[in-house]
C-alpha cells in the first residue's frame, strides 16, 4: 500500500499530542499528585492489558526509581473472575486504558477503592466507566486514534504517569524532562532505521532486548511486531536471554537492542554486540562499539525519560516495515480497537 496510513499519521502527531496533553491537564495531574503526597502509599499496584500495560511496566520502574515504592502489577482477573477483594489499605492503585471500557479493568479498580486503595485512571475517554470508578481521572488529550495499533496513547500515557510522578515527587529534573518530551520525541519521530527493513526479509521471529524502563519498550516493540507484521516478537531483558533463549539465535537471527541513556545502557549493548559476535543480526540504539548495527536515536537528557524515545523513532520503523511486507498496520487480522475482556 502506498497511502498513508492512519498509524503514520498518528506516530507524526505524537509530539502535539503530547505537548498538548502537558498543557491541558496540569490541574488534574496536581490534584492526584497531592493525594499520593498526603497519603505517602506503602504499595503502589498497575492495572492494565496490552500496550497499556506496558505503559504501566514503564511506570513501574520510574516510580520504583524515582521514589522507592513498589509497585506490583496485578491482575484483573483476581476481581473480574475470582471474586476476590485485595487488602490495599495505604496503597494507592493506577489503572491504565486507552477506552477505559474493558470490564475487568473497570472492575478491578472497583474492588481496589473499595479495599481502601486510592485510585487513578490515565485513560483517553474521560467520561468512561473506568473513569467514573476511579478516585482522579487523567485524561490524555490525544485525540482519536484510528489505528488499531496504539502509539500516540501509549506514548501519552506513560507522559501522563512521569508527569504524576514528577509532581508526586517534587523532583525538579524529571518536571523539566517531562516538559522538554515534544521537542525530544520530534527528534525520535526523525530518526531513519529504514537499514533494519532488509535485513528482516525472509524472518518470521525475533529477539528485542532491553533492561529497566527498557523492558517496558522492548515489550511494546514486540507486541507492535506480532500486531503488524505477523512477525514472532519475543522481548527479554539483557540479563535473561542467556538463561535459555539464546539458544535460538542462529547465523542471521535478528536482534533488536533498546538501549537507553541511563545505567543500564552498558548492559544492553553488550548484550546486543555478543549476540551480534556469535552471528546474530543485530540493531543497537547505541554508540558503544560493536559488532551490532548502530540505529540512530534521540537522547532525552534524563534517564527516566529516555527509553520513552526509542518506542517514537521504532513505531516509524514498525508501520514501514509493515507496508514492505505487503500489510496494512491499520487492520490486523481479528484485532479491534476496544477490547473488552473479562
Not at 493506577?94 to 475487568?104: H, N, T
Not at 532488509?198 to 533492561?211: E, F, W
Request: glycine residues 8%; aromatic residues 6%.
Amino acid at each position: 500500500m502506498t497511502e498513508t496510513t492512519f498509524m503514520r499519521t498518528e506516530i507524526d502527531q505524537i509530539p502535539e499530542v503530547v505537548a498538548g496533553f502537558l498543557q491541558s491537564e496540569a490541574n488534574g495531574l496536581e490534584e492526584a499528585a497531592a493525594r499520593l503526597r498526603d497519603l505517602d502509599p506503602a504499595l503502589l499496584l498497575t492495572i492494565a492489558r496490552g500496550s497499556s500495560d506496558h505503559a504501566s511496566t514503564y511506570l513501574k520502574y520510574a516510580i520504583e526509581l524515582t521514589v522507592g515504592i513498589p509497585v506490583a502489577s496485578v491482575g484483573p482477573s483476581i476481581a473480574s473472575i475470582y471474586g476476590r477483594d485485595l487488602k490495599l489499605d495505604r496503597a494507592a492503585a493506577i489503572a491504565v486504558s486507552q477506552s477505559g471500557k474493558s470490564p475487568d479493568i473497570v472492575g478491578m479498580s472497583q474492588s481496589a477503592r473499595r479495599s481502601g486503595a486510592t485510585t487513578i485512571a490515565i485513560t483517553n475517554t474521560p467520561d468512561s466507566p473506568l473513569a467514573e470508578a476511579s478516585d482522579f481521572a487523567i485524561d490524555l488529550h490525544a485525540g482519536v486514534e484510528k489505528s488499531v495499533a496504539a502509539t500516540k496513547t501509549f506514548v501519552t500515557s506513560v507522559v501522563a504517569g512521569l508527569a504524576l510522578l514528577a509532581r508526586w515527587s517534587n523532583d525538579a529534573d524529571l518536571s523539566r524532562a517531562v516538559a522538554a518530551l515534544p521537542e525530544s520525541l520530534t527528534k525520535a519521530v526523525a530518526c531513519d532505521w529504514s537499514d533494519m527493513i532488509p535485513a528482516l526479509d525472509g524472518h518470521s521471529a525475533l529477539y528485542v532486548l532491553g533492561r529497566g524502563p527498557g523492558v517496558a519498550i522492548a515489550n511494546e516493540a514486540a507486541l507492535k511486531f506480532k500486531e503488524t507484521c505477523g512477525i514472532q516478537g519475543e522481548a527479554y531483558s539483557a540479563a535473561e536471554v542467556m538463561h535459555g533463549p539464546v539458544s535460538i539465535v542462529t547465523p542471521g537471527y535478528p536482534v533488536l537492542g533498546l538501549a537507553a541513556r541511563d545505567a543500564a545502557e552498558a548492559s544492553v549493548a553488550d548484550m546486543a554486540h555478543k549476540l551480534a559476535g556469535q552471528g546474530a543480526r543485530a540493531f543497537l540504539t547505541s554508540d558503544r562499539p560493536g559488532d551490532a548495527t548502530r540505529l540512530p536515536f534521540a537522547a532525552t537528557g534524563h534517564p527516566i525519560t529516555d527509553p520513552l524515545a526509542l518506542i517514537v523513532s521504532f513505531y516509524g520503523f514498525v508501520e514501514a516495515l509493515a507496508r514492505h511486507r505487503g500489510l496494512n498496520p491499520d487492520q490486523p487480522p481479528m484485532l479491534r480497537k476496544v477490547t473488552q475482556t473479562l
